[in-house]
């Protein structure tokens, strides 16, 4: 398999008056061609940073990418300027935002939005620009696409909206969509709904996605590989199946124990993990979970930990795999989902410093 | 439980627009006993939180009755009256940002209640009782004399359950109160909730759009369509044995923390088109003991063979 993108490293700081907040603190990733990875994590644990550093969305200043590379097709959007970005933006990266009303214009008939990106990224009239709106409005579901393109955005539903947006993000054929808590402001049917036409887009347009939520039940819907952030770093990175059955991070065991499940018959309580997320403007030494962690050993405290590898395709990033750390069993809810994953190494494998 | 706490009946909440009137909220009739946790679910713009906020009487009522232990919350009411079904019933609200008065410390938020209804008698008292309050909730004494800015969205909600709990209700409408926190502190809360509960005996009225949290926190589930309950039922019972159309879609679309059962979900799609009523209005029927469906006679008849 190809790789499509490939982040290394990445470090994202912000200057603010209380100093400056460490948003991303080395993040080694990459996406393969026509695949879905997902990126969960909870509020201020820099998923949206990431991806928005990777479309060059954030405001610099304050914003400063402090390392790192993000090889797009093999060229690093990190030493782009500006206006290099302009042309690659929309184009061969388009990006879906949670709330469809304010990324739309509420001025603008929907046809005329959709066809400004086409009409940008290639030489096209306007007459067929709206006819190429008219096919992508088809393709997301939309019905009567001709009368619809003439319409403002307050006359569509909020699942409507979305599809315009995905809509709009897909106008260039985009190699790489990253999608930002899309279905996050939806109603649970719509969700389903936006969930199946992005998987059916994807299989027909062989598109990568990068899919950034904090919902574990939608992950597990869309995602083919997934990476658990924590405090600006990526904890765990995994398949779908090795993160959900066979989690090794207790970041990961917190988040899965916090969730109900439906068929959940016992009366237990749910295991809250304690506390709240650091303050990165003073990331705490050592693994930055630690102090939630009722796992956490000396060491935590003290350094940081490394990556280690579990299988080909599976790293954390905890003591809790070093060959001298004490054996632990997860909370009986993760266990209950525990189950034999192929191609595990016989034991962790210290990852060298720089993650993949 | 057959004491009920609350009878509603027959509740309507119709809003008057230039383009015609709303039906938010079209005949609802059920009873929350005391002790239980009620959740009612549906999708946005359902009428769940109108609702609840017609029943602690944020609105007044289009038509139709809550009785609280009894007696009208709504119709004519003297100050009097209203302040005691006010000390009754408290509710939490959905985003801790907007309902928290930035302007006021902690310890005023907290402490209106208990100084409207005259609930402490000296200044020490009713700062012995915030204190209590904010320990109960999982805060500490230092907190008190902080403003809202101050603290993270799920300390927030706390500080929001603090005041509900401040003047000693029997019942608190929870509107979507973990919608706005991330996971690992949307537990906490439902923890502390439920640790309330049992403490105080307190009865919930939990309104909420994620299903699987409903789930595990209520007794019963009543599931909103377009204003109306179609179907009302024991929280496993409703999760087995799902009989209304809506909420078997409802159900199926929910997405789960599993991948295998992710990759072989079946969507189940509601069409209302395919109910036919014949003029005949759907009534709440009882399937099974406990179990209500919105549904015809001859529905009914096919339900429960």
């Known amino acids: ?356 | 439980m057959t004491d009920k706490l609350l009878e509603i009946k027959g509740l309507k909440q119709h809003f008057f627009t230039s383009k015609g009137t709303i039906k938010a909220v079209d005949g609802l009739t059920f009873d929350i006993f005391r002790g239980e946790t009620l959740g009612l679910v549906g999708e946005s713009g359902c009428g769940k939180s109108t609702t609840g906020r017609t029943i602690i009487r944020l609105y007044d009522a289009t038509s139709g009755e809550v009785l609280f232990n009894g007696e009208n919350v709504h119709g004519r009411k003297s100050r009097s009256e209203l302040k005691k079904f006010n000390r009754k019933m408290q509710m939490i609200f959905q985003d801790p940002y907007a309902s928290l008065n930035p302007r006021m410390t902690v310890a005023d938020i907290i402490a209106e209640g208990i100084d409207i209804h005259g609930l402490a008698k000296t200044r020490k008292e009713r700062m012995t009782k915030v204190h209590e309050l904010l320990e109960t909730v999982g805060l500490n004494k230092e907190h008190a004399n902080r403003y809202p800015h101050e603290f993270s969205g799920g300390q927030r909600q706390r500080i929001g359950i603090a005041r509900a709990l401040a003047v000693e209700p029997d019942f608190i409408i929870a509107d979507e109160p973990i919608s706005a926190l991330d996971v690992s502190i949307q537990a906490q809360v439902v923890n502390l909730m439920k640790k309330l509960q049992r403490e105080r005996g307190l009865t919930y009225l939990f309104i909420a759009h994620d299903l699987s949290m409903v789930k595990y926190i209520s007794d019963r589930i009543g599931v909103m369509y377009r204003g109306k309950i179609v179907e009302l039922a024991p929280s496993d019972e409703l999760y087995r044995n799902p009989v209304h159309p809506y909420t078997k879609a409802l159900l199926s679309a929910i997405p789960l923390p599993d991948p295998d059962s992710e990759k072989t979900r079946q969507r189940k799609i509601y069409d209302p088109s395919i109910h036919d009523y014949n003029g005949e209005e759907p009534e709440l029927r009882e399937v099974s003991p406990g179990h209500y469906v919105s549904c015809s006679q001859a529905e009914f008849a096919t339900y429960t063979t």
């Open chain 1, 1 to 356: 398999m190809s790789r499509l993108l490939e982040v290394k490293n990445l470090a994202v700081s912000f200057k603010t008056y209380g100093g400056e907040v460490q948003a991303v603190r080395g993040v080694n990733f990459h996406l393969n061609k026509g695949e879905t990875l997902a990126i969960v994590g909870e509020s201020g644990s820099g998923k949206s940073v990431t991806s928005q550093t990777i479309m060059r969305l954030i405001p610099m200043p304050p914003g400063r990418i402090k390392s790192g590379e993000m090889l797009f097709d093999g060229i690093d959007l990190a030493k782009k300027t500006d206006k290099e970005m302009e042309a690659i933006r929309g184009k061969d990266i388009g990006m879906i935002f949670q709330d469809p009303m304010t990324s739309l214009n509420p001025t603008m008939k929907v046809g005329a939005q959709i066809g400004e990106v086409v009409i940008k990224h290639s030489k096209v009239s306007k007459a067929e620009a709206k006819k190429r709106a008219v096919e992508l409005l088809t393709l997301v579901g939309i019905p009567f696409p001709e009368q619809r393109v003439n319409q403002y955005p307050h006359e569509f539903s909020g699942g409507m909206r979305q599809r315009v947006v995905i809509a709009m993000a897909l106008a260039s054929n985009p190699k790489l969509l990253i999608a930002d808590e899309p279905t996050t402001a939806l109603d649970v049917t719509i969700q389903a709904q936006i969930l199946e036409l992005m998987k059916d887009i994807q299989k027909k347009t062989d598109t990568s996605i990068i899919f950034i939520t904090h919902d574990l039940g939608v992950v597990a819907n869309v995602a083919d590989r997934v990476a658990v952030m924590y405090a600006g770093q990526i904890v765990e990175m995994g398949t779908v199946d090795e993160v959900f059955y066979d989690p090794k991070h207790p970041y990961t065991w917190g988040l899965l124990a916090s969730m109900p499940s439906l068929d959940n018959e016992a009366e237990e309580e749910l295991a809250a993990i304690p506390g709240t997320p650091p303050d990165l403007t003073n990331p705490p030494k050592g693994d930055a979970f630690a102090a939630r962690n009722p796992y956490a050993m000396k060491i935590d405290f003290e350094q940081e930990p490394p990556m280690f590898k579990i299988s080909d395709t599976h790293y954390a990033k905890t003591w809790l795999l070093h060959p001298d750390a004490p054996k632990v069993e997860p909370p009986a809810s993760v266990q209950r989902r525990m189950r034999k994953v192929d191609n595990v190494y016989r034991t962790p494998v210290l990852v060298a410093k720089d993650g993949e």
